[in-house]
């Protein structure tokens, strides 16, 4: 990773154009061949980027003026104009690890494994993220009678949560060995719209009370 401080205009030269008059700027070159120009504002978008695959080719004097060329395998190009270097800095990264799931998602799944009674009587668990061709359902069940429960567990339940379960669950019940398989939509809150869907897709919901499942709260002892 490489970040530039400078001052610097910017040209987009494309299916677009457009121009980005002389200031300062923060740039990113980055390890996957993306340029990206920043401001001091406008959240983490930039203002212009190049994705890659792309090259980037620098003809610059000593100081660090001078001019980038970044262009892609399309032939569209990213002029940067660099009037001044104020800062110029690169860092090794390594390998990303990649997205953790949120820390009490990923604790719901693995307390949920544990007491799955909670979602009925004589029920079983067959296993954790079980596999599908498009991700991992977070739990596989049967239930008393034997047949397979397809469970989505999240920490705030909305509408993307249950078209993602009703995907798992199209692919699943081409399965022999499973179908019939049915949905259950877990979640410590549930959003109106969410519930609404999932009820029309024949998807049950079932609110996880997370401070009962870690033993830190009896419901038996509320007044309310």
């Known amino acids: 990773m490489r970040l530039v401080v400078a001052r610097c205009s910017v040209d987009y030269a494309g ?13 990113l070159v980055k390890a996957d061949g993306s340029v990206l120009v ?3 504002g406008g959240s983490y978008k930039p203002l212009n980027w190049m994705a890659p695959p792309a090259t980037l080719r620098i003809d610059a004097d000593e100081a ?10 399309a032939g569209e190009q990213l002029l940067i104009t660099v009037e001044e270097v104020l800062h110029d800095a690169s860092y090794e990264l390594g390998v990303d690890p990649g997205l953790v799931k949120d820390g ?4 719901l799944q693995a307390l949920l494994a544990e007491q799955v009674h909670r979602l009925g009587e004589g029920w079983r668990l067959v296993r954790r993220e079980y596999p599908t061709a498009i991700g991992p359902v977070d739990l596989m069940c049967r239930d008393a ?3 397979a429960v397809a469970v989505e567990i999240k920490r705030r339940g909305e509408i993307d949560g249950v ?7 199209e692919l699943l019940g081409r399965d022999p060995l499973l179908a019939p398989v049915r949905g259950i939509f877990a979640a410590q809150e549930i959003k109106p719209q969410a ?30």
Not at 64 to 73: E, F, H, L, Y
């Open 15 to 27: 299916r677009l154009t457009s121009h980005l008059p002389s200031a300062v700027r923060l740039l």
């Open 38 to 40: 920043h401001a001091d």
């Open 64 to 73: 660090g003026a001078g001019t980038w060329t970044v262009t892609n395998k």
């Open 104 to 107: 009490v998602e990923a604790h």
């Open 145 to 147: 009678d034997g047949l």
């Open 163 to 169: 078209e993602q379960l009703t995907r798992y669950l």
């Open 195 to 224: 519930r609404v869907l999932a009820q029309d897709r024949g998807i049950e919901c079932v609110v996880l009370d997370y401070d009962a499942m870690r033993g830190l709260d009896d419901p038996t002892a509320r007044l309310f």
